[in-house]
């Protein structure tokens, strides 16, 4: 479904996937895109880190609460073995060494149970995410930017939608700034 | 890996539906350690036979398992 997605698009889900790792959830959520949308880089900020910064909404301070939620449901297979006494993370290094970069997820094991680093978005996270196609193409743009990834937080439940909320930002408003962008700025 | 450890420690090993899905995540990392191996023998030209009998396991086990992967 990535298809379409621009490099600034595609970088915040990678840093998602990346932050929900770092906070050692089991699942990608919406929060997790948000704060990839502010990292992920463009020229010099992503799209849609423009409308935030615009919108008077700090990355500092979303992080902030987002570390306050709750962790949510499952545990790390990395922390069941270590129960076990087995070190996941130094099995993966050797098995990489061996085999190459990401050994243990190319395994049939490893796909389907998406343990060995790859971790699976919620289904808030994968509603935003379709959403996100939805939003461009009422736009009638051809790319899926950061900025359409953006309304498709703010379309979707999920923590993201609450936390943007909170701070006055609306998925009505936020379209209306994404239509002002216009044909002057790119989509990134 | 300390944080791990930590939250390890602090588990209660009694608890069955702690233990249980800490050997089915074992189990899946075995699964996956495996098709490494094998597939890394065929591809030095190893048969079935040779290894299931490293393996210890039956050659139609081995064949039946990884035929399908494509090893």
Redesign the interface.
Do not use: K, P, Q, R
């Given at each position: 479904m990535f298809e379409r997605f621009t490099q600034a698009a595609r970088r915040a889900v990678v840093l998602a996937q990346e932050d929900a790792r770092e906070r050692r959830q089991a699942q990608i959520r919406t929060e997790n895109l948000l704060l990839g949308l502010y990292d992920a880089p463009a020229t010099p900020e992503s799209t849609a880190a423009a409308l935030l910064r615009r919108a008077g909404v700090e990355r500092a301070d979303l992080a902030v609460e987002i570390t306050r939620l709750p962790r949510g449901e499952g545990t790390l297979d990395a922390e069941k073995l270590a129960l076990l006494g087995i070190d996941l993370d130094a099995v993966r290094r050797q098995a990489e060494e061996t085999f190459g970069p990401g050994a243990l997820d190319r395994t049939r094991a490893g796909k389907q149970r998406r343990m060995f680093g790859h971790i699976p978005f919620d289904d808030a996270s994968k509603k935003a995410l379709e959403l996100s196609l939805r939003e461009a193409l009422r736009l009638k743009h051809k790319e899926i930017g950061s900025e359409h990834v953006l309304l498709g937080l703010l379309h979707a439940e999920g923590g993201a939608r609450d936390l943007l909320a909170a701070r006055g930002v609306t998925l009505d408003g936020m379209r209306t700034a994404v239509e002002e962008l216009g044909r002057g700025e790119a989509s990134g | 890996?300390t944080?791990?450890?930590a939250?390890?420690a602090a588990?209660s090993?009694k608890d069955p539906h702690?233990?249980l899905?800490?050997?089915?995540?074992?189990r899946?990392?075995q699964?996956?350690?495996e098709?490494?191996q094998v597939g890394?023998a065929r591809s030095q030209g190893w048969s079935w036979a040779q290894i299931a009998g490293v393996l210890q396991v039956s050659k139609q086990a081995v064949h039946k398992k990884y035929r399908r992967?494509g090893y």
């Open positions: - | 890996m944080d791990a450890t939250v390890a588990a090993s702690v233990g899905a800490a050997v089915a995540a074992l899946a990392l699964e996956s350690l098709e490494l890394n992967l």
